[in-house]
């Protein structure tokens, strides 16, 4: 199943629907009780997915809003945390002269810096002028994950949606943590969508991109991470515990636009799309003031 946060002509407030090929249904009208937000659907369990998962199925011939109709919120709502992996491609540590250590560089995203799919990011000039895009596969955890093995990691992952982990660059060169460079208001968007488990086969088969102003800029494969998602989600809980709802962002392939020559930077006015086969392609607005 794919779920979103969206907006409508009838309610601004972000509310969560099932996305269909035409469509979106609100979740809420479903049943009494029914979750209107992500968050609220996987600390349900399993129970209450399949529960929506039945909902729905007896609703297919409900009328929902057209796509075209909707807004976009970010596909994540209310995470326990943002945990967000750097140099896990090879050819991104690589071009920005980063060396990937043998242990997974972690690092936490504000959670303000979340945003949805078709949004306007809007940063000061005086702030930074090298901003930076990144495709990223985000990774939502379903179940709590505590000392679980690479074998079993993949079966605490409830979903996975797009992550575009927007960076500035001369911010995270200048500074020891890379929190605050990656966690302007909008840094972070995903969406338009999140997929269910079981409707992703092999997280590392996927193809992953992005298009800054029309020109493609990323093209690679999940396969390409050093480390999978189920060695990070493993990697991940030995040291805490990983909570329902917990969204990892694990890394971005080459084709950085500050590794670029002549480099690529997200200008005012810029449009940047990330995306990644059978989930979803993810459009960010950007507009710098001052």
Known sequence: MRFAHVTSAASDAPHLAIVRDDDV?????????????????I?????????????????????????????WASAVSRPPV?????????????????KADKAPTVFVLWPGSLTGHDATTTWPRTL?????????????????AK????AEALDHVWGYTVVNDITARDIQFSEAQWSRCKSFDGFTPTGPVVVTADEIDDPQDLHIWAIVDGQTVQDATTGQMIRSVATLVSHLSQSATLLPGTLISTGSPGGAGYSRDPQIFLR?????????DGIGALTT??????
Not at 46 to 71: F, M, N
Not at 268 to 276: A, K
Not at 285 to 290: E, L, N, Q, T
């Open 25 to 41: 249904l609100p979740v809420a009208g479903l049943f009494d009780g029914a979750p209107d937000d992500l968050q609220s659907l």
């Open 43 to 71: 600390d349900g369990g399993d129970a209450l997915l399949a529960r929506v998962r039945d909902a729905s199925a007896a609703a297919t011939a409900t009328h929902g809003t057209p796509l075209a109709e909707v807004g």
């Open 82 to 98: 943002v945990l967000a992996v750097g140099l896990n491609y090879a050819a991104h540590s690589s071009e920005l002269g980063l």
């Open 128 to 144: 930074s002028e090298s901003v930076d895009y990144e495709a990223e596969l985000g990774v939502l955890i379903g179940r709590p």
């Open 147 to 150: 000392d679980v093995s690479e």
């Open 268 to 276: 005012d006015r810029s449009t940047v799309t990330v995306g990644i």
């Open 285 to 290: 607005h950007c507009r710098i003031v001052g």
